[in-house]
């Protein structure tokens, strides 16, 4: 499903975090959404996701817009947040089982959707055990599983591979695609890590100073006129990136 933004503004206080900022995703899309700390990235996703207001600006989902179809479009869609949001002191499948529920899944159904889910994410072997004893790759691998249990059209990928070990990470990016290929899900992933960015998505955007700066598909970027290296450098170029906090 598509997403389109228009003109969204977001402020904390007198803090202009998103200032009339406008991005299309095409449906099926696996978009990188780049950015330095503070960006507004996380901010976004949650305006997406019903968790905070925006200020003003229009945004449509499949050509529906997201202030008169909360109810449907909370239930085509699902954010993965950098945070872990699940019950450490319950076994993966009672998480599993929990969140399910809250989607109104049961008996076979919810069973079905559980069992899918845990063999996209390769639980079977730890699904007995709480979630707190989990590595931190399993830990982000739940966090996935819970999202996906609505069969999301749309999944939000907040930084899904901070502070993970490398084969963890491996794992978790060829599960995205996967998910994308495979269900076409659109996806929107943002992450600090330009190479995964570069490896896994089709297109890409940066939000800088409260705005997009930049939007292009992957192959526009190879051919590129200003002749970008790789996909770090146009980043540093373009955010002329310094320290910040
Ligand atoms: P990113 O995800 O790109 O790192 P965020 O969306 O988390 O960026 O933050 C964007 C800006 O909004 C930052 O300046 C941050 O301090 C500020 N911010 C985020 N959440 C809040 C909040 N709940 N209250 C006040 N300021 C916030």
Known sequence: MSIVIKNL????KKNLVLDNLNLEVKEGTLFGLLGPNGAGKTTLLSILNFLIPKDSGTIEIAGKSLD???KEIKSICSIVPQSYAFYPKL??????EFFASLYGLKNEALKKRINYCVEVCSLEKYINKQAHSFSGGLKRRLNIAIGLLNKPKILYLDEPTVGIDP???KYILEVIKEINKKEKTTIIYTSHY????EYLCDEIAILDNSKIIFQENKEQIKNSEFGYKNLEEMFLSLTKQDLRD
Do not use: W
């Open 91 to 96: 076994t993966a499948y009672e998480n599993l």
């Open 167 to 169: 084969q963890s990470r």
């Open 9 to 12: 503004c977001k402020s904390y």
């Open 194 to 197: 330009m190479e995964e960015v």
């Open 68 to 70: 008169t179809n909360q």
